[in-house]
């Protein structure tokens, strides 16, 4: 049974590391939650060494930026891994045959900043490309703005990367906004090949584990689809936060009820904890 806790300090001793999602846990991608800096501060002071676990298409150092310049300290986290992350070092160490790439970014210019580095070739005409990179989805798009894409790569048999698997991302005022695990879905229920980075597949949880070099882990997350179904995955013991993209359930009723609730309609594990937000 899922254990409620009020603070993470209840629990943060049992373990050699903890691993934080970052978007529905530390920030909502412009501000850090409320507290929360003050929280991880005060587990860093007892000497219990934190990281973060995430499914950004972008690189590791692109998003540690992006959380200092929230107000989260250089010196917080011993490693930031992202799904990007992993799927670039894969590439950089040819365990994948594609060279060239047609990308779907949140941002123009994403994917050309991602691939610094790489010997890969990024070509805006699907017809060129020998696999799709799937890194994110401008703020506004869903499935529909992108389905005549998907067909085209369908027809031409390539594979599909998916370097967040996210379906729904949080965004500033409680906003959920369709995430690129969506258009991934959608390709391989077609039956387009789709090689999937991030949480709640394995291996980027062994990449962290073994650079962490730990073996008593804790998963804090906001997902049960991915950051408490990854870590389950793993043997970790997993906290789920409900403040993030589960919020709205949660406003009205008993936590304990609704998350039963939840985890019935999505057919997916309990977690180990349950808290209403970080602190």
Not at 20 to 43: N, P, R, S, T
Not at 253 to 258: A, D
Request: hydrophobic letters at 40%; one cysteine or more.
């Amino acid at each position: 049974m899922t254990e409620i806790i009020n603070n993470i300090s209840e629990i943060s001793q049992k373990y050699d590391a903890i691993v934080f999602d970052q978007w529905g846990v530390l920030h909502d991608g412009k501000l850090a939650y409320e507290g929360v800096i003050a929280c991880l501060e005060d587990l860093k002071k007892n000497n219990t060494r934190l990281a973060v676990l995430s499914n950004s298409g972008k690189r590791s150092e692109p998003n540690a930026k992006r959380i200092f310049e929230m107000g989260f300290s250089n010196f917080l986290f011993e490693f930031i891994m992202t799904s990007g992350e992993a799927l670039w070092r894969d590439i950089a160490y040819k365990k994948i045959k594609e060279e060239s790439f047609f990308p779907i970014e949140r941002n123009l210019g994403d994917a050309k900043v991602w691939a610094n580095g790489l010997e890969i070739s990024l070509e805006y005409a699907i017809n060129s490309a020998q696999a799709i990179l799937l890194m994110g989805l401008p703020d506004d798009d869903n499935l529909k703005d992108w389905q005549a894409i998907l067909a085209s790569g369908l027809a031409l048999s390539i594979p599909l990367y998916c370097s967040n698997p996210d379906l729904l991302s949080p965004r500033p005022g409680k906003k959920l906004i369709t995430g690129p695990g969506v258009l991934a879905d959608h390709y391989s229920k077609c039956g387009g090949e789709v090689l999937y980075y991030g949480k709640p597949h394995k291996q980027v949880f062994k990449n962290l584990q073994t650079i962490l070099n730990a073996n008593r882990l804790l998963m804090i997350g906001d997902s049960l689809d991915h950051d408490i179904l990854g870590g389950h995955i793993m043997g970790w013991d997993t906290l789920f936060v409900q403040s993030g993209i589960h919020a709205a359930d949660f406003v009205n009723g008993e936590h304990r009820t609704i998350l039963e609730k939840i985890i019935h309609q999505k057919k997916c594990r309990p977690p180990t904890y349950m808290m209403d937000l970080l602190k």
